[in-house]
């Protein structure tokens, strides 16, 4: 029961460099999101993926893009990472329009 | 201002106490709110779910919502030391997206 797995767990980047972070989820779940997560600001959403075949963005989308692979795949990519964007990122799925979201063990990303 | 308002704390009681987190928040279209709850290292997990004002209780947990000051809390009994984790309460409207709190940094010393 892996539940939402994210990977890599941890990653340093150089500014302007880029790099995909991948998100897996074993629930059958519809919904998947990105969230990044900041001291002092909470969870934010960047972008989410009602079902399979749409993506849209959340409260934070800029800097970065999406791809929902298939049902079960959603990815995140920085193009050309920013200091602004060292944080830790969450991937998360849900039932369709369910509240209880299944959250992955984070990608603690630092970027130079 | 935000619309969410959560004290980050950090928390420190003695095992045994009773503890008490608060959110406050801005919007009264806000109809659904939850608890999240997440160890260090790990992502949240969803704890309490409340829809509308009144208190809900699950074993040790009891949610509270009170809709007319725009305030939510959580309080815990008899607390564990494997309760310390960050909280982080959620709300959101009909059809909205949830928006989350900045989370309570919560240790229970033995």
């Known amino acids: 029961n892996a539940g939402v797995t994210q990977t890599p767990k941890f990653q340093v980047l150089k500014t302007g460099q880029s790099m995909t972070l991948q998100c897996a989820q074993d629930?059958?779940?519809?919904?998947m999101y990105w969230y990044r997560q900041d001291p002092g600001m909470g969870l934010r959403l960047i972008y989410y993926?009602?079902?399979?075949?749409?993506?849209d963005k959340g409260e934070v989308p800029n800097g970065y893009n999406v791809s929902r692979l298939n049902k079960r795949e959603f990815s995140l990519r920085l193009e050309s990472a920013a200091p602004s964007q060292t944080s830790v990122y969450f991937c998360?799925?849900?039932?369709?329009?369910?509240?209880?979201?299944?959250f992955g063990s984070g990608t603690q990303l630092s970027v130079l | 201002q935000k619309e969410v308002e959560q004290d980050p704390g950090p928390l420190s009681v003695p095992e045994g106490a009773i503890v008490s987190l608060n959110c406050t928040y801005s919007?009264?279209?806000?109809?659904?709110f939850m608890w999240y709850r997440q160890y260090s290292r790990k992502g949240p997990e969803l704890l309490m779910y409340t829809y509308s004002s009144g208190n809900k209780e699950d074993g040790r947990f009891t949610a509270q919502v009170d809709k007319s000051s725009k305030y939510i809390s959580l309080f815990i009994r008899d607390s564990q030391p494997s309760d310390s984790a960050t909280y982080l309460c959620a709300m959101k409207n009909q059809g909205g997206k949830l928006i989350f709190g900045q989370g309570t940094e919560l240790s229970v010393k033995p």
């Open positions: 998360a799925s849900s039932e369709v329009k369910s509240d209880k979201l299944f």
């Open positions: 919007n009264s279209a806000f109809q659904y």
């Open positions: 993926s009602a079902s399979e075949g749409t993506t």
């Open positions: 629930m059958n779940h519809n919904s």
